[in-house]
């Protein structure tokens, strides 16, 4: 998923390129589900004629302020890019966009032409971006909910250890919340812990001074360096925990184990060997039999849960993207037409292409009944009726028989 280096990568690129240009095309897809709250037609509209005056992000959020609103924000999701025909945004490994590619992408959201040719794209693969158009996007949901931005409003060490010693809850999961601090995802999340040799699970207020400094300086530096390098993953450090932690199988990192568990709701990659867990945390993990985390199918739909189109099970957990199992109905049950309907079946979304299927794949399934002709169907209950009526005579004139044959009883 795009976190802060990604989009901040999109945001210096198009203040370098697209600063005081109009627009003088827009193509807005036809998405209810990307495009929030506005036709694309309106959309195009209020694009057509005004002047891109400056860029702005906080989080993982970016939003273009024109020379009047209403400003059209982006908030990535899972897979959202900012594309410029002929500038290279981002290498970002997901991200990446190849020269032979159609332009624009198929997969485009939302498409500016300027007046001086430039051509510039959001794009969504996945469809768990959402793009707006705001007359104030500071004042609003996600942007007004968010925490400070962990590179242009960085706490201070004090600030950041004393918060640390309120918070009962694990350090990954904390570090993941947006309303705490903006912009860190997953894989940052993983990589300074890493480096900072902090137990994902470890809790916040168990951390000593020493453990809160260090890892107010990881994450300084980690987001420095990625940002300096326009996220550009084939220029971080070779021993950044990021080109080891995306395989389906446990790796070694300089001769250690990497291991995977489920932290903050998320698949986490670390080094049991370097990240120790301690404290009433470690007592409890101790006597639990160790799971090992497995990707799942689908997920449910949420902002800032990334996905890991490429590596280990970085599954959405709050957003969109669903996989309904199919129920075998038990032998011995209920006879068809009778009590329960059975449920329906629902086709699983096994590709990038499926989550842009506004069907969502569903295939219902209809008992043979149902495709009956009514008048036929009419004849058969009624015929059934009939042979009803005459098995319950039948089996009256045979309990009547019985008992007229029966001999009384002699009293004792």
């Given at each position: 998923?795009?976190?802060?280096?990604?989009?901040?990568?999109?945001?210096?690129?198009?203040?370098?390129?697209?600063?005081?240009?109009?627009?003088?095309?827009?193509?807005?897809?036809?998405?209810?589900?990307?495009?929030?709250?506005?036709?694309?037609?309106?959309?195009?509209?209020?694009?057509?004629?005004?002047?891109?005056?400056?860029?702005?992000?906080?989080?993982?959020?970016?939003?273009?302020?024109?020379?009047?609103?209403?400003?059209?924000?982006?908030?990535?999701?899972?897979?959202?890019?900012?594309?410029?025909?002929?500038?290279?945004?981002?290498?970002?490994?997901?991200?990446?966009?190849?020269?032979?590619?159609?332009?624009?992408?198929?997969?485009?959201?939302?498409?500016?032409?300027?007046?001086?040719?430039?051509?510039?794209?959001?794009?969504?693969?996945?469809?768990?971006?959402?793009?707006?158009?705001?007359?104030?996007?500071?004042?609003?949901?996600?942007?007004?909910?968010?925490?400070?931005?962990?590179?242009?409003?960085?706490?201070?060490?004090?600030?950041?250890?004393?918060?640390?010693?309120?918070?009962?809850?694990?350090?990954?999961?904390?570090?993941?919340?947006?309303?705490?601090?903006?912009?860190?995802?997953?894989?940052?999340?993983?990589?300074?812990?890493?480096?900072?040799?902090?137990?994902?699970?470890?809790?916040?207020?168990?951390?000593?001074?020493?453990?809160?400094?260090?890892?107010?300086?990881?994450?300084?530096?980690?987001?420095?360096?990625?940002?300096?390098?326009?996220?550009?993953?084939n220029r971080f450090p070779c021993d950044w925990l990021f080109h080891f932690r995306w395989g389906k199988k446990s790796g070694k990192i300089k001769g250690k184990k990497i291991d995977f568990i489920n932290a903050g709701?998320?698949?986490?990659?670390?080094?049991?060997?370097?990240?120790?867990?301690?404290?009433?945390?470690?007592?409890?993990?101790?006597?639990?039999?160790?799971?090992?985390?497995?990707?799942?199918?689908?997920?449910?739909?949420?902002?800032?849960?990334?996905?890991?189109?490429?590596?280990?099970?970085?599954e959405p957990t709050n957003e969109e993207e669903e996989s309904t199992k199919i129920t075998k109905p038990k032998k011995g049950g209920n006879p068809r037409g009778r009590g329960k309907k059975p449920p329906m079946k629902?086709?699983?979304?096994?590709?990038?292409?499926?989550?842009?299927?506004?069907?969502?794949?569903?295939?219902?399934?209809?008992?043979?009944?149902?495709?009956?002709?009514?008048?036929?169907?009419?004849?058969?209950?009624?015929?059934?009726?009939?042979?009803?009526?005459?098995?319950?005579?039948?089996?009256?004139?045979?309990?009547?028989?019985?008992?007229?044959?029966?001999?009384?009883?002699?009293?004792?």
């Open positions: 998923m795009p976190e802060l280096p990604e989009v901040e990568a999109a945001r210096r690129a198009i203040e370098e390129n697209c600063l005081g240009k109009k627009i003088k095309r827009a193509i807005i897809a036809n998405d209810s589900k990307v495009i929030e709250g506005v036709s694309s037609l309106d959309f195009e509209s209020a694009l057509l004629g005004k002047t891109i005056v400056s860029a702005h992000r906080k989080g993982k959020n970016l939003w273009l302020h024109l020379d009047s609103p209403p400003f059209p924000s982006f908030q990535f999701g899972m897979a959202g890019a900012i594309y410029i025909k002929g500038v290279a945004v981002t290498k970002y490994k997901r991200s990446a966009v190849k020269d032979n590619d159609e332009w624009p992408s198929k997969y485009s959201k939302f498409f500016v032409e300027l007046d001086d040719g430039l051509e510039l794209s959001f794009t969504d693969k996945r469809r768990f971006a959402r793009v707006r158009l705001l007359k104030d996007p500071t004042s609003v949901p996600p942007i007004s909910e968010l925490g400070p931005d962990a590179l242009f409003e960085p706490m201070t060490i004090n600030e950041f250890t004393d918060s640390l010693s309120k918070k009962k809850i694990g350090i990954k999961a904390l570090l993941l919340d947006q309303s705490y601090i903006s912009g860190i995802g997953n894989w940052i999340a993983d990589e300074v812990l890493y480096q900072a040799r902090i137990h994902p699970l470890q809790i916040c207020s168990s951390l000593s001074k020493e453990n809160c400094a260090t890892l107010h300086n990881c994450i300084k530096e980690v987001i420095q360096y990625a940002v300096e390098v326009d996220a550009d993953c709701g998320r698949t986490s990659a670390y080094v049991p060997d370097l990240q120790k867990l301690s404290g009433t945390v470690a007592t409890k993990a101790a006597g639990k039999p160790r799971k090992q985390a497995s990707k799942k199918k689908g997920g449910d739909e949420a902002e800032d849960n990334d996905g890991d189109e490429d590596g280990v099970g970085d629902r086709k699983a979304k096994e590709s990038d292409d499926d989550d842009d299927d506004d069907s969502g794949g569903n295939n219902d399934v209809s008992s043979e009944e149902d495709d009956e002709d009514p008048t036929e169907k009419g004849r058969k209950v009624k015929t059934n009726t009939s042979n009803k009526q005459a098995k319950t005579v039948k089996t009256s004139k045979r309990a009547v028989s019985s008992q007229d044959g029966k001999k009384p009883k002699r009293a004792k």
